[in-house]
């Protein structure tokens, strides 16, 4: 089964203590320099709806976004092109994004270092009912998948995944390691 | 740019209506042609206007990042979906939600929908509608699907046509009203979604319905045409009807609704309706867009030209008997109750003692009460939506609407539920007190996503929201009750004119800048449908405008006679006095002193309006005979793949059908009502084009209007590859043959007439 279009949320640790109005001239900053490979077109505010998608970074090929859903702050990866190669690929391309992503955020000066991100814990969703509806069978056809990229991405270290059981949501695994990871090596080792 | 899109199309293929999924397939395939360069940008435009699809700010390729203006390198370079829109920009896909509302289905659908195409959140605007952001056009048909599959089409949801009927969402229920409308409503909707005398339009064109005279939710006198229920006595007897009133609207230069007949029959509602759509179509102005809505042609003629025109051509309609029969089908859809109804049981937390008295409102029937669910500046989140249609499915028949406030309500829920229902919205973050108080502020899109947006409406409403919720129910009671509403530009997207405080987004100069400021609009009246204009007093800087508001409440709030009402009080009060106590918010601050007032709410950027771009309400006009030549172009696209898939028969069938829209295209130019059956469509092609020469070719006479009558002789008979082949090759020539006739006949329509 192929995977397209992925997800990955990596949690804030520290939500309470962060200014969340600043990550839009952060994100604003972010279409000033289109220093990525993908293009970045503008920034949406939802701020005052709770547990909501917070402030989105629109771009064209994917949208980064610093989400709120199910009350749990933390920078969201939502690949919306296809991609093209095999699913390790795929998984790669989006947990690397996401890294990116949250290195440049915690060294944001307009955050002043408040915002600290997980290194034990991940998101990953498929965004695609289409092709991958929430259902047990779609989770034992890409188990093999996640299990050998996560055991490649985080060696030697042992991985829980935990199944999303709502069928209405997305099909989505978390992934919670027993030690924390260090997001710089992990990034550097995909 | 979706992969699922064909997944979906084989998924749901039988869950959709046969003509809704015909439609789609068809929308699909101009996406195709316009990709291909085999359909014009200006008419693919007008078509992904009519199912919605709409261009979104920065679409243009451009955009000013604060520093400087960057030029968006979309990835199908100078592909475009229309005058100035690149195809790969985000779009916005507006979804409308007729009078019916939604059932728990249709709302799982959106929050698939929200989370899958769009940026996670889902909009309800003040027409009732849903719109979805930053949506890719490839996606547009996979989403429409879905949404087909759940009893939800997107057609006619911007553009030239008929948009969303709407009407109040206590009709049925509310305690007040002459009688329920939404039957009418939804016949109304069901009649004039797509009907051929609505195809031709100049502008848009927007009809509502109300329950009664007296309240606001049904805004009849804002609307192109407006229902009200009402009852005489006749004979002794009570005879409901309407009081129909026409060419009502907002825009830049706003009009009230003027009674066309203080008591018409059910029965006449829907062909007055249609007679109406027709002299529109053929009198209403087609190339000054500024001045095509129906308001302008009423005035242009007087009210009395306009009546006797309409009636008249009531006369000669060819009868319907979908007149009557949508209206007493829907009669019989009567909405129930799921729970027994009682009381609300006593007591209950202070917190929801004040929810239940801003968002609960008595059912007329005993026991019954419907809840507003508000929704901050009219969003929504999926995980929100799901949680609407669980307690939808718990507490009611499903009976959920939007509302003009851009609210949800959840109708028919029994008084007893009360506290258990507050309880699961209260989990799903819903129950937010406060609708219809002043802190439930109204906004248009704005300069958030809007192409025409001037100032950031909702960026000023969610300030004025956190403000003034911080106060809540400190505020004097006069004052909790007053509307604010925000549009981002003068046309009116918020519906500021009918506001106690209205504002829309301007912009003054100040040396070498710009500064975002707002009009600020005082004395329009939300009641009686929405029945008197406030009018502009001041210009003020947006970073001054709660200011503005805190001035003008406080004082209504301090110096109000026992009853008044804020409009009374500032007529009362009087235009200068009141623009001298907001004299010091007029000043501009230099920009060393003060750089916070040339940004503006929520955008950090240096303002700028050089991201304006064209406005895309109602596209450009594109004639009735340019569509279904299209209509023909698209038809025999499609013969050409069926051709191309070894289907020789569908694809002669295919080919000869685009040559009978081609034909029947040039016949509307004469006969709009020429029936859609082939032998119709050739005798008055032969009548009225072929026998008069119209459809001639200076060198090749009659010969491609002789290629129509030989395939209608022989389209009985089976077709085969050689056969096929040669009728796409006929087809083509046909095609072509008929665009030329229409360019001289249009060329001869605009030239000089001789003295």
Redesign the interface.
Known sequence: M?I??LNVKIFAENSEGVDREKF??VF?GW??D?SGDE?L??????L??????GI?L?G??A?Y?M?E??HRLGLRYNR???LEGSNNEKLTQALRSVLKGALKLESAPLLEGKLKFSRRELEFSI?????APNTPGVWAELRGDFESFFSKAFPGNAIKMIPNPDP?Q?FGVSVQTERPFDLEALLASL | MKTSHDLWKSLLGKKIPADWGREIDIFETEIQLRKQGKLDEKLFAETRLRRGAYGQRYDNGQRHDGTKVQQLKFPSGELTKGPMTFCDAPGMQRIKIPIWGMNAEQLETMAELAEEYSDGIAHVTTRQDFQLHFIHIDDTPALMRRLAASGITTREACGNSVRNITACPYAGVCPDEAFDVSPYGRALTKFLLGHPDCQDFGRKFKPAFSGCKQHACGLTNIHDVGAIAVGKEENGQLRLGFEYVVGGGLGAVPFQAKTFEIFMAPEELLPTTQAIARVFARLGEKKNRNRARLKFLIKDLGLEKFQELVREERKILPYDPRWTSLIEDELRNEEKPLRAGGECPAGGSEEFQAWAKTNTRDQKQAGYTVVTVTLPLGDITPDQLRAMADLARKYTHETVRTTVEQNLVIRWVSKKDLPALYQELKAADLAQGGAGHIFDVVACPGTDTCKLGISSSRGLAGELRKRLSEQAFRLDQAVQNLHIKVSGCFNSCGQHHVADMGFYGISRKAGNYTMPHFQVLLGGQWENNGGSYGLPIVAIPSKNIPTVVERLTGRFAAEREKGESFQDFYRRLGKVATKTMLEDLIKIPDHDSKPEYYSDWGDPREYTIGDIGTGECAGEVVSLTEFELAAAEREYFEAQVLYEQGDVQKSGERAFRSMLTAARALVKTEFLDVPNDADSIVAEFRARLYDTQKFWDPFAGGKFGQMLFLAQEKSQDPYHAESAHHLLEEAQLFIDAAHSSYNKMAAQAAAPKAS
């Open positions: 192929e397209q279009h839009t001239p604003h279409i000033q289109q293009l077109l503008d920034v949406a505010d939802y005052h709806v709770p547990a909501g998608p989105v629109i064209e090929a949208d976004g989400d859903t199910g919306k092109a296809k965004n695609d009912r289409g092709i209405r997305r």
